[in-house]
């Protein structure tokens, strides 16, 4: 081996051949034996010097220096600058693919940007953004999970997602996966309705659909289990406790009237309630606080009165005409009077709203008991309206009818509602012999807004008292043959129950039947009607709520977007390619990148990426696409990956390389062609 100095310093080694060692020592300014033409180790004149080689054996001459030397070409892809002149279009600090520039500086990868030479390119795949990129297949504008398009921007089982920055929507009804606006997924193969959860998705009333792939089932009222449609279920049969027999929210009442509760179905100036549809289900307008709902408007009804007012009753049968070791109640079937007998109770209910017995009329007396006596005993008394051993309770509702003058009426010349059920159905009564079951009382409780002008007329027997507020506004008590009484709340009686405007008040009917010689029962309510509110979707406010499908805010019915009827337009996804802006559509559309070199449908019903699209789509692992991918050195390979070439760290001599130190920057030894570099 021979050494070589350049200026002095070792710079390699050198073969040498039989003669011996040779010493190789050039001079400064001295031209090198660099090849001509390639401008390679030379001296700064460029025209060779003079070489002196001292060997054991007799020495040569030096060999013709380079042509053209001069200044070492430090650029090349990699280098951190842009050379327009090589085709460069980004220039990462590297010659590596797959990070956004390409290995040769000419292409930017898809799915990158590259706005500054020498740092790193970014990706401009955001989720989030509302734009549909690289691996996305979905973007609805945020990052939240659980809205049909995940925080990685994946689409989520059971949605479809048509339209990039538009909300996501259930896929289909019966995939057993709740989505969008479905409220249930039950274990239907083919969804049909009448099992509780329709074949749209919907719960049916009266269902309570317990999750996916289960099967619906009816509620039941009473269980202490609110579900369903029901508002709240406290497992009693009490009316007036807030939770009445019918799982309906009921207002609370203290002294000073009632406050309204959310569900109750009455909403009030000073409420702090937005709205009150009389349920507690979100997803109807009116949330489970009373609250609007986003998409709804929500007006408080009163002007559209229902044909029928339904009020809850309680009736509590007694025994009359008893059997085997049964005993007849002691304050039936023994008193009479020709009209009514005031002062049976106390002006005021007690703390349990029940009547406060007086004992007036225990005995025949002269003055406050004109017939006589009409009742027995406080612990008698207690059996009327109280549940105790002596009765048994039957809680249902009784339907007054709406009349052309707005007032509702319940008429009944022949009142027997416990005809065959109650003690006579329970075996312990015999019916009387015209076959009705006599001997009970009734007690009916409802709440409205007083508002002024309400009024209330009953005719009928036996004994009838009516409160209002806790206070006594009718008096019928006794036992007698039909009476009426009637009264308004004009300001007078309003003072004297205790009534303010706009305030809720709960009103109290008690009613007794103790003689079996007839029955009358005719009520007229008037004015006690509270505003419900009334909850819609607004088709066009570009909030998609209630049964709508579809609301941009325009529904114009254009491409991409909402018809008039909040139903969607033509979409990416309905199968039909519209054409322009799709060039294709399977329904689905969710195939990012193509593994089989032909394009399949991406998101935004367009030609997905593949090898051969002429992009290299490096977060697919692609290196390299010029759209052809022969192969071959300096080319792509049919998998578009990268071939053999410069800058690759394998010297390819076969190539005409002689060096390939991993990159095509110059001024390293190793030049942008991979040839080897002289000094500088």
Not at 55 to 64: F, I, K, L, S, Y
Not at 437 to 449: L, V
Not at 645 to 673: F, H, K, M, P, Y
Request: aromatic share 6%; with cysteine; net charge negative.
């Amino acid at each position: 081996m021979a050494r070589l100095y350049l200026g002095g310093a070792l710079i390699g080694l050198v073969a040498v051949g039989a003669c011996g060692p040779v010493e190789l020592s050039i001079a400064p300014g001295d031209g090198g034996g660099g090849p001509s033409g390639r401008g390679g180790a030379s001296s700064a004149s460029g025209t060779g010097g003079e070489v002196e080689l001292s060997t054991v054996g007799t020495g040569g001459n030096g060999g013709a220096g380079g042509e053209g030397g001069g200044i070492v070409d430090t650029t090349g892809c990699g280098d951190g600058l842009i050379q327009v002149d090589k085709g460069e279009i980004c220039d990462d600090g590297n010659s590596l693919p797959g990070d956004g520039c390409s290995a040769d500086c000419t292409t930017v990868e898809s799915g990158f940007a590259c706005p500054t030479p020498s740092t790193p390119c970014v990706s401009i795949v955001v989720c989030g953004d509302g734009l549909v990129f690289g691996t996305e297949t979905c973007d609805d504008g945020n990052t939240d999970d659980g809205d049909g398009c995940s925080m990685a921007c994946a689409v989520e089982a059971g949605w479809k997602c048509n339209t990039p920055g538009t909300p996501c929507v259930a896929a289909m009804c019966g995939d057993g996966i709740i989505a969008g606006s479905e409220e249930c997924e039950d274990d239907d193969v083919v969804p049909t309705s009448g099992d509780g959860c329709s074949d749209q998705c919907q719960r049916e009333f009266g269902f309570a659909c317990p999750g996916p792939m289960m099967a619906c089932y009816q509620t039941t009222c009473g269980d202490g289990v609110p579900e369903g449609d029901e508002p709240c279920d406290d497992g009693n049969d009490v009316i007036g406790d807030g939770c009445n027999p019918f799982c309906e929210v009921e207002p609370t009442c203290g002294m000073n009237g009632c406050n309204s509760s959310c569900g109750d179905g009455i909403i009030l100036p000073a409420d702090n309630e937005q709205c009150d549809d009389g349920n507690t289900q979100g997803g109807d307008g009116c949330s489970a606080t009373c609250t609007i709902e986003p998409g709804f408007i929500c007006n408080n009804v009163l002007s559209v009165l229902p044909q029928q007012l339904e009020v809850p009753i309680t009736y509590r049968d007694l025994i009359t005409f008893p059997l085997g070791n049964n005993v007849k109640h002691p304050d039936l079937d023994v008193y009479s009077g020709s009209t009514e007998t005031p002062g049976l109770v106390q002006p005021t209910l007690d703390a349990n709203g029940k009547p406060v017995y007086t004992g007036i009329c225990e005995q025949s007396l002269v003055g406050p008991c004109p017939y006589g006596q009409q009742t027995t005993s406080a612990a008698d008394f207690q059996d009327w309206f109280n549940d105790t051993p002596a009765n048994t309770k039957v809680v249902t509702k009784l339907a007054l009818n709406k009349q052309p003058d707005n007032s509702y009426f319940f008429p009944d010349a022949s009142f027997f509602p416990l005809d065959g059920i109650g003690h006579v159905g329970l075996g312990n009564e015999a019916p009387h012999p015209n076959s009705h079951n006599y001997g009970f009382t009734s007690e009916i409780r409802d709440w409205f807004e007083f508002k002024g002008g309400e009024t209330l007329s009953f005719s009928g027997d036996d004994d009838v008292w009516v409160f209002i507020n806790g206070q006594l506004a009718l008096d019928l008590g006794g036992m007698h043959p039909p009476v009426s009484g009637s009264f308004t709340l004009d300001a007078a009686t309003a003072t004297g129950l205790g009534l303010q405007v706009g305030n809720v008040y709960e009103i109290v009917l008690f009613h007794a039947e103790r003689r079996p010689t007839g029955s009358n029962f005719n009520l007229t309510l008037a004015g006690f009607v509270s505003a419900t509110s009334v909850c819609d979707s607004v088709c066009g406010d570009g909030i998609v709520a209630g049964d709508e499908l579809c609301d941009d805010g325009v529904n114009d019915g254009s491409y991409g977007g909402c018809n008039p009827d909040c139903t969607p337009g033509p979409f990416c996804g309905d199968l039909l390619v519209q054409n322009p802006p799709e060039v294709c559509d399977d329904g689905l559309n969710l195939t990012t990148y193509s593994f089989n070199g032909m394009p399949a449908c991406a998101p935004g019903c367009v030609d997905s990426p593949y090898c051969g699209d002429a992009g290299v789509d490096s977060l697919f692992g692609e290196e390299c696409d010029d759209g052809v991918n022969a192969g071959g050195y300096g080319g792509c390979e049919s998998n578009c990956t990268l071939g053999p070439r410069c800058g690759d760290g394998i010297t390819q001599t076969a190539e005409g390389e002689s060096c390939d130190d991993g990159n095509t920057v110059g001024g390293d030894g190793c030049n942008s062609l991979c040839q080897l570099e002289g000094p500088k």
